[in-house]
């Protein structure tokens, strides 16, 4: 019996070159507090959309990831609410625990990506999922694991092009 984990979240590293570019095509801003299990991840300058799925652990991409997880993950903070620039709570990460099987890297693929070639015209992965902890629990509500098959909605961080701010800060979906 083939398992699949569900999309219910698109989980895209930001790059300072991307920043400006939309990240929710056809999409609309959320309405505030309508996906509060949506959280964000900073390290540096990059981040990733992740789900909170307990109290104390969020769920995102290994590639989200940006360095080796071996060295723990200082400096990373989970940002809740709906503006990353107002957000509502921040709350640092303790641990960060990447598929043991995901690949960190391959030859000719400058992104560091598990690539494992094409699936219709995208670059596809495996066992691209991370867990990341919090130093302290956050009660609100969870993404929902036990999720039957539906239309991909797709939610994430990102700017629309009637955004003028340089860098994502809106929640958003599309599908």
Not at 2 to 28: D, K, M, Q, Y
Not at 81 to 88: F, K, M, T, V
Not at 117 to 137: F, H, K, M
Request: proline share 9%; net charge negative; aromatic share 6%.
């Amino acid at each position: 019996m083939r398992h699949t984990l569900p999309l219910f979240v698109v989980l895209s590293a930001l790059t300072p070159s991307a920043l400006a570019a939309p990240r929710i095509v056809n999409g609309s801003e959320v309405a505030p507090g309508e996906y509060s299990e949506v959280v964000y991840l900073q390290h540096g300058n990059s981040g990733c959309t992740g789900s909170l799925i307990h109290p104390e652990w969020v769920l995102t991409a290994a590639h989200c990831i940006g360095w080796d997880a071996t060295e723990g993950p200082d400096g990373m903070v989970v940002v809740f609410g709906d503006r990353i620039d107002a957000p509502q709570r921040e709350v640092v990460a303790s641990e960060v625990h990447v598929h043991p099987q995901y690949v960190s890297s391959a030859p000719g693929n400058p992104n560091g990506l598990g690539y494992v070639g094409e699936l219709d015209g995208y670059d596809a992965v495996t066992n691209d999922i991370a867990l990341v902890r919090l130093a302290e629990p956050v009660y609100q509500p969870l993404m929902s694991l036990n999720v039957a098959p539906i239309d991909d909605v797709w939610l994430g961080v990102g700017s629309r092009p009637s955004d003028t701010a340089s860098r994502p800060s809106k929640a958003g979906e599309g599908g």
